[in-house]
């Protein structure tokens, strides 16, 4: 780093995505909702089954539904991106399509891999939007210097992914799904050097904020607390002591439930100043801004959206606790109608990450740049 560039930078202006207390209910605070949940599983005995339930309904199906209220249901959004929407939809036929190609030659293998691919996504998707949050901070903060945005980004993705790559090759059922042996051979080498990266990510992030600190530079608050909530869960959710005493069904939760609480924040803001702006001609926007008009409404309609394609997975026994009446009709390749409606229902959740990745590009929208408010000082 070149210290005359740096003391010649003005310090920076600590910026809240929102505002303080919006920030730290959900754009930060999110880690409480995955504290809360790993609490009650781990302190409390609550079984995962009902834990998984109550996440699906109160916040995970709620957040696909926040995607769709602000593109589909969007009037402005379905004519400015009519061959995203529509081309996006090709996702409910990955799993299918994957099954179909199971069945022709026999076996399992192609529709394991795309449940494989459908696990690492998930993770990805969460990671990414962790990444998303942070560069939102960076901008709205004028966070501008190369060294903090490479040291920021390395810190975040090995935090994030060297922990969950080594509960991936070390946990018993994640060890299963990617068809390795019962016990780790040399991929606990691996793991090791995983949780020594993420180590050294931290301390490296650490010392640059201590450095930046005695160059007068500021500490950009929100985008520190951001970082440490995102890899404090990282780090506790995968220490093999905790995963050895859960249920694998909880990684999902305790994951996602961050993410979903951070999404739903940044969503309500967004429709906040899109739909009920000054100014603002609600009629333009079709239904969007009668969904998001009341805090309720919103909720309502999302639990409702949840509810009617849990209902189809849980008709067709994908769903934990759900029924299995199909374990006799094999359709081929030791596959059941069961797995070929997990394929088509892994479909919501595909085509959310898809059109997630697309619609928040900041840098390429100036539309999106002012609703999100991100030239405010």
Same mark, same amino acid.
């Given at each position: 780093?070149?210290?005359?560039?740096?003391?010649?930078?003005?310090?920076?202006?600590?910026?809240?995505? #929102? /505002? $303080? =207390?919006? *920030?730290? !209910?959900?754009?930060?605070? %999110?880690?409480? &909702?995955?504290? +809360?949940?790993?609490? @009650?599983?781990?302190?409390?005995?609550?079984?995962?089954?009902?834990?998984?339930?109550?996440?699906?309904?109160?916040?995970?199906?709620?957040?696909?539904?926040?995607?769709?209220?602000?593109?589909?249901?969007?009037?402005?959004?379905?004519?400015?991106?009519?061959?995203?929407?529509?081309?996006?939809?090709?996702?409910?036929?990955?799993?299918?399509?994957?099954?179909?190609?199971?069945?022709?030659?026999?076996?399992?293998?192609?529709?394991?891999?795309?449940?494989?691919?459908?696990?690492?996504?998930?993770?990805?998707?969460?990671?990414?939007?962790?990444?998303?949050?942070?560069?939102?901070?960076?901008?709205?903060?004028?966070?501008?210097?190369? #060294? /903090? $945005? =490479?040291? *920021?980004? !390395?810190?975040?993705?090995? %935090?994030?992914? &060297?922990?969950? +790559?080594?509960?991936? @090759?070390?946990?018993?059922?994640?060890?299963?799904?990617?068809?390795?042996?019962?016990?780790?051979?040399?991929?606990?080498?691996?793991?090791?050097?995983?949780?020594?990266?993420?180590?050294?990510?931290?301390?490296?992030?650490?010392?640059?904020?201590?450095?930046?600190?005695?160059?007068?530079?500021?500490?950009?608050?929100?985008?520190?607390?951001?970082?440490?909530?995102?890899?404090?869960?990282?780090?506790?959710?995968?220490?093999?002591?905790?995963?050895?005493?859960?249920?694998?069904?909880?990684?999902?939760?305790?994951?996602?439930?961050?993410?979903?609480?951070?999404?739903?924040?940044?969503?309500?803001?967004?429709?906040?100043?899109?739909?009920?702006?000054?100014?603002? *001609?609600?009629?333009?926007?079709?239904?969007?801004?009668?969904?998001?008009?009341?805090?309720?409404?919103?909720?309502?309609?999302?639990?409702?959206?949840?509810?009617?394609?849990?209902?189809?997975?849980?008709?067709?026994?994908?769903?934990?606790?759900?029924?299995?009446?199909?374990?006799?009709?094999?359709?081929?390749?030791?596959?059941?109608?069961?797995?070929?409606?997990?394929?088509?229902?892994?479909?919501?959740?595909?085509?959310?990450?898809?059109?997630?990745?697309?619609?928040?590009?900041?840098?390429?929208?100036?539309?999106?740049?002012?609703?999100?408010?991100?030239?405010?000082?």
């Amino acid at each position: 780093m070149n210290a005359a560039s740096v003391a010649a930078t003005a310090p920076l202006r600590t910026g809240w995505l #929102v /505002d $303080r =207390r919006h *920030d730290l !209910l959900s754009t930060v605070g %999110g880690l409480a &909702a995955s504290l +809360v949940l790993l609490g @009650l599983h781990l302190g409390v005995g609550v079984s995962g089954l009902v834990l998984w339930w109550a996440w699906v309904l109160a916040l995970d199906g709620p957040h696909i539904f926040a995607t769709l209220s602000r593109t589909y249901l969007d009037r402005r959004e379905r004519a400015a991106r009519r061959w995203l929407l529509l081309g996006s939809l090709g996702w409910f036929a990955a799993g299918p399509l994957a099954f179909s190609v199971s069945v022709l030659l026999g076996r399992r293998l192609p529709f394991d891999l795309f449940l494989a691919f459908t696990n690492v996504w998930a993770y990805w998707h969460v990671v990414r939007q962790h990444y998303g949050v942070m560069t939102l901070y960076q901008r709205k903060s004028k966070d501008t210097l190369p #060294v /903090d $945005r =490479r040291v *920021d980004s !390395l810190t975040l993705y090995v %935090g994030l992914l &060297a922990p969950f +790559v080594a509960f991936a @090759l070390t946990h018993p059922v994640a060890r299963r799904l990617l068809g390795l042996s019962p016990q780790p051979g040399p991929e606990a080498l691996v793991a090791q050097i995983c949780w020594a990266a993420t180590a050294a990510v931290v301390a490296l992030f650490a010392a640059r904020q201590l450095q930046r600190w005695r160059a007068g530079l500021g500490i950009h608050t929100p985008k520190v607390l951001l970082l440490a909530a995102a890899l404090g869960l990282s780090v506790l959710l995968f220490l093999p002591e905790v995963t050895r005493r859960m249920e694998v069904l909880m990684v999902a939760v305790v994951v996602t439930a961050f993410h979903n609480v951070q999404y739903h924040g940044i969503v309500w803001f967004y429709h906040r100043n899109r739909y009920h702006g000054p100014s603002v *001609d609600p009629s333009a926007f079709g239904l969007a801004p009668r969904i998001s008009g009341r805090f309720l409404v919103y909720v309502a309609c999302g639990v409702a959206f949840t509810l009617l394609y849990r209902a189809l997975g849980c008709g067709f026994g994908v769903h934990p606790g759900c029924g299995t009446f199909d374990t006799k009709l094999m359709l081929g390749a030791g596959l059941s109608l069961r797995d070929l409606a997990s394929g088509f229902i892994w479909g919501f959740a595909l085509h959310h990450y898809y059109l997630d990745q697309k619609i928040w590009r900041v840098s390429r929208d100036a539309g999106l740049h002012r609703d999100l408010k991100l030239s405010a000082v």
